[in-house]
């Protein structure tokens, strides 16, 4: 007989009603899922949720304005969210304009718009330390300025521009620091236009001629000149640098904060870092390219460990959504350790036309081969959590689920929220699409002194169900061994026929169950061994749970099959 070693643990579903299917709310919270709180905001929705493990509402904030992309909830409680204003020159994904931040309580503190004929705030924005927020937006060049700075191609250009904005009353700002992409371009067309040189040889600068542009315009008006299409703005305190994403050129880009607005139109503006896609500065083809439209590239930084063990200041994540993917789409999660030595990043030998910005492969990826099973077109991102697991938001489906380093779903639930309201159990769940997701330990300085007593479900006409917190140790970098109520144990046959045998260095009681959570058997009595007949349960995957003798599991879940 042969035998497994296994970590196992008490895994509860939601438990349906008879006759009734779940569409909505929370599938799936297992003892390995990091225990928190997770801030849900629909893409289609004025309101924004809390939500606990249980998929219950904690807090909830309204707004008149459906978000223009991001929000996230600050230390003090307060809830930092984007809206959408519109505009008669700027209409692309993710359009923005207006930034709102509100209390605990759901009072507006403050708001700020950039939304005019020559810039529009769009998608994401960066909260600093100071206070400040950093702003993603569009700038507009016409046609002629784009053409007397080498563009061949013809239409308008909407460039990516950075805006630092120091809020000023309840409705005001200063602007106190600015990058604009536009001042670190490079062509290679004509000798008697600006910034002619080799992209290959300053790969630091923008090639005008790289891309066209997507999406946006009026019908009989613009034609729109989304270039790069950036959907991300993320800052790192430790180095005060910023990182930029680029959908369309399949890359993010780095640059350095400390710069004054003055340093930053000239070279110390230029980039410090860029990966993803060595087309855009010549020093690669089609097989170098390592993302297909991607969203959500971020520094690590204290959100939880490397998979690799790497710094987490210098590791990237990214949700890779794989349009256009070789062999088919599909998307991933990927990691990478950015190149970093000296106080610098590692730039390509200038004498080396052909070598690109290092890492010349991925650190960490998730699925292994990405499918269709899994893939969202647009929007979506990730987050490590402290625990070492993954919290993704499959945006388009306005699917969220946690995997652990080794890639089992250990928490599941379908956003229960769009423009109309609550979506009731068992209706089909459209208009959900959620652009990120975000869990925040308990012990996240927002909670000091609140009442996070959870309410009812965000999803209307609920089904009953069990569901059981399991909190996160006091030390949420993560424990092993018997400190964090882990046993080893040996059980076997797997496949089984007949007869499941459970051997275990200490008492502990059992409860198996099919994966909707429905229980098929128990052994409640604890004992170093069980024998467990399932010569008439029916042939497919079951989960195994141990428990102590006061009940509480004791380590991950294990799976088995049934075979007869």
């Known amino acids: 007989m042969r ?74 409680g307060s809830l930092l969210r984007t809206a959408r204003q519109s505009s008669t020159v700027f209409n692309g994904g993710g359009i923005g304009g207006r930034i709102e931040r509100f209390s605990w309580d759901g009072e507006l503190l403050w708001s700020y718009t950039l939304a005019n004929d020559t810039a529009h705030h769009h998608h994401d924005m960066a909260w600093l330390p100071n206070g400040n927020v950093v702003l993603l937006a569009w700038e507009l060049k016409t046609e002629a300025e784009a053409a007397e700075a080498g563009r061949e191609s013809e239409g308008p250009l909407w460039p990516p521009m950075l805006v630092e904005i120091e809020p000023d009353g309840e409705d005001g700002g200063n602007v106190v620091w600015e990058w604009h992409a536009w001042d670190h371009l490079i062509q290679d067309v004509d000798p008697e236009l600006p910034h002619f040189a080799d992209p290959a040889l300053s790969p630091t600068r923008f090639n005008i001629n790289y891309g066209q542009v997507t999406g946006g315009g009026f019908p009989g008006g613009n034609a729109g000149g989304d270039w790069f299409h950036c959907n991300a703005v993320a800052y790192n305190a430790e180095l005060d640098q910023l990182m930029l994403n680029s959908r369309n050129w399949n890359e993010f880009y780095i640059i350095d904060h400390s710069t004054s607005t003055e340093d930053a139109a000239g070279p110390a503006g230029d980039l410090l870092y860029r990966w993803g896609n060595p087309q855009t500065y010549n020093r690669g083809d089609a097989e170098d390219r390592f993302f297909y439209q991607q969203h959500d590239a971020h520094w690590l930084l204290q959100e939880g460990p490397s998979i690799t063990g790497g710094d987490s200041a210098l590791t990237v994540m990214v949700y890779n959504n794989g349009n256009g993917r070789p062999g088919g789409d599909g998307s991933s999660v990927d990691e990478l350790l950015l190149p970093w030595a000296d106080g610098h990043y590692t730039l390509p030998p200038e004498d080396d036309f052909g070598v690109p910005f290092a890492p010349w492969q991925l650190s960490w990826s998730w699925p292994e081969n990405p499918s269709m099973a899994f893939h969202s077109h647009n929007i979506s991102g990730s987050q490590r959590l402290p625990n070492g697991n993954t919290l993704i938001c499959e945006g388009n489906k306005g699917k969220l689920f946690e995997i652990t380093p080794e890639g089992d779903i250990v928490w599941e639930y379908t956003t229960a929220y769009n423009q109309w309201g609550a979506i009731s159990q068992g209706d089909n769940p459209f208009g959900t699409a959620t652009f990120r997701a975000y869990r925040y330990a308990p012990d996240y300085a927002a909670f000091a002194g609140r009442d996070m007593t959870p309410g009812d479900p965000v999803e209307g006409n609920p089904l009953p169900f069990d569901c059981t917190l399991y909190p996160a140790p006091i030390d949420t970098s993560g424990t092993t061994g018997l400190e964090a109520g882990v046993v080893e144990f040996l059980f076997g046959p797997n496949p089984v026929d007949h007869a499941l045998f459970v051997r275990s260095p200490v008492p502990v009681a059992l409860r198996l169950t099919d994966l909707s959570g429905r229980t098929l058997g128990t052994h409640l009595e604890t004992s170093t061994e069980h024998v467990v007949d399932v010569s008439a349960w029916p042939a497919g995957m079951l989960l195994l749970h141990t428990f102590d003798a006061q009940g509480l599991p004791l380590g991950p879940p294990r799976r088995l099959h049934i075979r007869h």
């Open 3 to 76: 035998f497994d070693l296994a970590l196992i643990c008490l895994l509860l579903l939601p438990a349906l009603g008879a006759g009734q299917n779940q569409t909505v709310g929370l599938f799936l919270n297992g003892p390995e899922a990091f225990d928190g709180y997770t801030l849900v905001a629909p893409t289609g929705a004025t309101r924004t949720h809390l939500i606990d493990n249980c998929g219950r509402i904690v807090n909830q904030w309204d707004s008149e304005f459906r978000p223009g992309e991001s929000a996230y909830l600050l230390e003090d």
